[in-house]
Every structure is written in structure tokens, then in C-alpha cells.
């Protein structure tokens, strides 16, 4: 079992910043992806950007410019640093990780999930 558990949300203005983090734990070998998924109220769950193992980088269209992942694989951790943030930003955000377990199968798991509002 592979937990995730997001932290960073709430509410800001447009303009602002937020910092989400998700940090992973539980039975653990390697991780192979780690990224963000949000999903706006009567939307479906949209990618917003992800992080390879190795360095590949990849980000929604929308994002990108204003969005930033990053990972620190020791803590077994992925941020998102959001800056120039709008209303149609606001949604939960979801942590996403895939990779290997320590019995050495795959694993996939996702976050609960935490709210971004952006509003003045």
C-alpha cells in the first residue's frame, strides 16, 4: 500500500501564489511518476503536470509559464509551485504517484485531494 497526502491548498487572490506538496509513504521501492491532476466543480479531472524519473518534465498547456514541479525524491515528495494564479485555476488538486513496491509490484495511487480558490 502506497499512501499520498497532499498539503498547501486555499484560498487567493488572482495574481497570487500557492505551494501544494504531496509527500508519499508506505511500502515503497521506487517511484517512477510523480504529478498533479484537478478537477473543477462539474469538470472532469484534468493533468496539469508531471515529473519523470530521470528528468522528463510535462505540463497542461494551461499551465505552463506559471506552474512549476519539482521532486525530491529522498523525501519522496512533489511540489507544485503556482504563481500568477487565476479563478479558473480554482479545483481540488490531486497528487498522483506510480511506481514500484517493495515486494516489487506496480503501484499507482492518488492523493484525498486539496482545495485551491482563486477570488478576490
Given at each position: 500500500q502506497v499512501q499520498l497526502v497532499e498539503s498547501g491548498g486555499g484560498l487567493v487572490q488572482p495574481g497570487?501564489?500557492?505551494?501544494?506538496?504531496?509527500?508519499?509513504s508506505g511500502s515503497i521501492f521506487s517511484i517512477q511518476t510523480m504529478g498533479w491532476y484537478r478537477q473543477a466543480p462539474g469538470k472532469q479531472r484534468d493533468f496539469v503536470a508531471d515529473k519523470i524519473s530521470g528528468g522528463a518534465t510535462n505540463y497542461a498547456?494551461?499551465?505552463?509559464g506559471r506552474f512549476t514541479i519539482s521532486r525530491d525524491n529522498a523525501k519522496n515528495a512533489v511540489y507544485l509551485h503556482m504563481n500568477s494564479l487565476r479563478p479558473d485555476d480554482t479545483?481540488?488538486?490531486y497528487c498522483y504517484a506510480a511506481g514500484v513496491t517493495r515486494g516489487l509490484g506496480a503501484f499507482s495511487s492518488?492523493?484525498?485531494?486539496?482545495?485551491?480558490?482563486?477570488?478576490s
Open positions: 497570487g501564489s500557492l505551494r501544494l506538496s504531496c509527500v508519499a498547456d494551461s499551465v505552463k479545483a481540488v488538486y492518488w492523493g484525498q485531494g486539496t482545495q485551491v480558490t482563486v477570488s
